[in-house]
């Protein structure tokens, strides 16, 4: 009897140990999202003049005072939590409900960039305490917080991702002469094991969900509701007046654009439902042809994104002019982030090995050799810069990776190597 009982005690033991404990603080199949969301619940409240004063200052080139040695720890938690979240390997899924169409809130995307900047400067911070790994894994979970603001392949969550990108390369380059080189290298791979980032092309796509296909399925249903040819007008306009008011620029007047807009757009479609519904499925080639330029390199690129553009001036479908976004800006802004990831690996490649490991990183958009130069700040030597032959839009592609302390000065930019005012 006692053998058998200690039989069921052993097995009973194993069956509990095999199975999954749900208070182990390394589990990783949680939505990263539902983590995400208890980080920012835990955003510390500041003062305006608080957050202005950590977000003004360029912290990487000055010492760091009593305030902001004050301040900065504030965000130990969010940063805790984020971390635990950016482990998870379960897909990341916001909640998102793009049955709402132009209106949907996305509250998360300006949480996530705020948390980005917090990074940025608690690097500087764990340099100076002793503490770099963790100023290294704040940064790569920031990076994969990135990715997954981007993952439900909406238009300003994949620009906020390639925003949170950018901090986190200008981090690292600013604090360059502070990084040991085994740290640039563990931040180099961390970069390289995040999520893939969701492409500008296949953002189109969802672009179509949440705006011609949230329209035809709103108006499909006045043309139910109703059959009285005042009350289907009536609500038209209230339809296009909400979507044109929340399109609007900030500071513009409600009454004088959004319902001037909604007149013309009404009138050019007819002014019925079946108009409406038939003029928001022009818009269909629009976004077939976007989609398949968006996926195309430079070179083919730049010639037929203006050919696009000016086919969409010349429309004569008011959506497609108002309602399409402005995919060249935000295909420059993919590009460009690929070539300042490039360039960070290319640095690092720089620190091992000189100016032939710079042979070892292709620019993504030549697949040559970045250019190298170095870069002195009134006569003494601060950093390199490392750049793309490529331009595109009116910036640079270029950005300096300081090697020496020093006042501040721009790292990228048309005012790169110049001193801050």
Not at 8 to 15: E, M
Not at 157 to 186: C, H, K, T, Y
Not at 216 to 232: E, F, H, W
């Amino acid at each position: 009897m006692k053998i058998l009982t200690a039989l069921i005690l052993a097995l009973l033991t194993a069956s509990l140990r095999a199975a999954p404990n749900p208070l182990d603080p390394h589990r990783t199949d949680i939505n990263p999202a539902l983590i995400y969301w208890q980080a920012m619940l835990h955003l510390p409240q500041m003062k305006d003049e608080d957050r202005e004063y950590l977000g003004t200052n360029e912290w990487w080139a000055m010492p760091l005072d009593e305030r902001f040695k004050e301040l900065v720890p504030r965000y130990n938690v969010t940063m805790r939590v984020l971390e635990q979240g950016s482990a998870q390997t379960a897909p990341c899924d916001w909640g998102n409900d793009f049955t709402y169409g132009p209106g949907l809130f996305l509250p998360g995307l300006a949480k996530g960039k705020g948390i980005a900047q917090a990074a940025r400067w608690r690097l500087r911070w764990h340099l100076e305490n002793g503490t770099p790994d963790k100023g290294r894994d704040e940064l790569l979970a920031v990076f994969t917080l990135a990715r997954h603001l981007g993952s439900d392949a909406v238009l300003i969550g994949s620009l906020v991702d390639i925003a949170i990108e950018n901090i986190v390369v200008n981090a690292i380059a600013e604090n360059w002469f502070r990084l040991s080189p085994q740290m640039i290298q563990q931040l180099s791979a961390g970069l390289d094991q995040a999520p893939m980032r969701v492409t500008i092309s296949q953002v189109m796509a969802t672009e179509r969900v949440g705006f011609r296909d949230w329209l035809v399925r709103r108006v499909g249903l006045i043309q139910t509701a109703s059959k009285d040819p005042a009350k289907v007008d009536e609500l038209l306009r209230t339809l296009f007046e909400e979507t044109f008011d929340e399109q609007a620029e900030e500071g513009t007047p409600k009454d004088a654009s959004a319902a001037k807009l909604s007149e013309r757009m009404l009138k050019a479609a007819g002014g019925t439902c079946a108009g409406v519904i038939r003029y928001a499925k022009e818009l269909d080639p629009y976004y077939d042809e976007a989609m398949a330029i968006l996926k195309l390199p430079v070179g083919e690129f730049l010639p037929q994104i203006k050919a696009f553009n000016d086919k969409i001036a010349g429309a004569g479908n008011l959506l497609a002019k108002e309602m399409l976004p402005n995919l060249e800006k935000a295909r420059f802004k993919e590009f460009a982030v690929n070539v300042r990831i490039a360039q960070l690996r290319a640095a690092g490649e720089y620190l091992l090995h000189g100016e032939a490991g710079l042979k070892k990183v292709a620019d993504p958009l030549n697949g040559q050799a970045f250019k190298f130069r170095k870069i002195s700040v009134n006569g003494v030597h601060r950093g390199f810069e490392l750049a793309s032959a490529v331009s595109i839009g009116e910036v640079p592609l270029s950005i300096i990776f300081v090697e020496r302390d020093g006042p501040a000065f721009y790292l990228t930019g048309s005012k790169a190597g110049q001193l801050m005012k």
